[in-house]
């Protein structure tokens, strides 16, 4: 098998194409692996990602998950192969560890809606630069384009597009969201444009960092949007062409 020009997120497979005809074709795949995030050597999580920006992911989870205030709480990060060993400084970090990985047990989604502190940003954006972000998105998706296996994640501010592919949406945002944190966005005057549905545990990841806004070429669910609501985040959904919805606070939204 050859790889393709990006080593790291796809290669080229054998397969054999049918349409008017059969024949043998060169197929370009994205590539995926288990990743094992371990947390102070006591909570372990795999999770099923591309092979770029694992400390962009780290990061973004820890913070989208509750499980630290900023990347301050985060002492370091070692990635060897598929494993991300993080040492986090949090006093009442056993709490924090048993809500998020037992979530169920403590109610589910809506239990972490209350745990959330709601957005509050007077934050602004106009509906062209919404469109323009999309745009942007679609144009530097290379692995997507080249594959079709990716979602896309971009934080985006007045001075930065950080933009992420993954084949999970989860990680693609806790991608970007590790990125903003990392370079010491304010995610205050931000806003996230992605590919994917909204469920409630994808707003909540949102909202608990701050960023006021959230926009998706594709559907909320119904927990995605009592999430939005509860939590102060506009939420956008329906994102093509030159259309979209609002479901949720938009006073954000320039029309």
């Known amino acids: 098998m050859k790889w393709g020009v990006d080593m790291a997120m796809y290669r080229e497979v054998d397969a054999i194409r049918v349409d008017t005809e059969?024949?043998?074709?060169?197929?370009?795949?994205?590539?995926?692996?288990?990743?094992?995030?371990?947390?102070?050597?006591?909570?372990?999580?795999?999770?099923?990602t591309s092979p770029d920006a694992l400390r962009e992911f780290a990061t973004g989870y820890l913070l989208g998950e509750g499980l630290v205030e900023s990347v301050d709480d985060i002492i370091s990060v070692e990635i060897r192969e598929n494993m991300v060993d993080v040492r986090?400084?949090?006093?009442?970090?056993?709490?924090?560890?048993?809500?998020?990985?037992?979530?169920d047990c403590f109610g589910g989604w809506r239990h972490r809606v209350e745990m959330v502190e709601p957005v509050e940003s007077d934050f602004q954006v106009h509906k062209d630069d919404i469109f323009s972000a999309f745009q942007r998105m679609v144009k530097s998706a290379v692995v997507w384009r080249t594959t079709g296996g990716t979602h896309v994640a971009a934080l985006v501010t007045e001075d930065d597009f950080?933009?992420?592919?993954?084949?999970?949406?989860?990680?693609?945002?806790?991608?970007?969201?590790?990125?903003?944190?990392?370079?010491?966005?304010?995610?205050?005057?931000?806003?996230?444009?992605?590919?994917?549905r909204m469920p409630a545990d994808m707003l909540i990841k949102v909202a608990r960092v701050g960023v006021p806004i959230i926009a998706s070429n594709a559907a909320p669910t119904s927990s995605g949007y009592e999430a939005a609501a509860e939590t102060g985040l506009t939420m956008l959904g329906f994102v093509r062409g030159k259309r979209f919805n609002i479901y949720s606070h938009p006073e954000r939204i320039i029309i």
């Open 22 to 48: 059969k024949r043998k074709v060169a197929e370009r795949v994205v590539n995926d692996m288990e990743v094992h995030l371990k947390i102070n050597e006591t909570v372990s999580q795999r999770f099923t």
């Open 88 to 103: 986090i400084d949090l006093e009442d970090f056993d709490i924090r560890s048993e809500l998020v990985m037992g979530s």
């Open 162 to 196: 950080m933009i992420f592919e993954d084949v999970s949406r989860h990680v693609a945002v806790d991608k970007a969201i590790g990125s903003g944190a990392i370079n010491g966005v304010d995610f205050s005057e931000s806003f996230i444009v992605y590919s994917g």
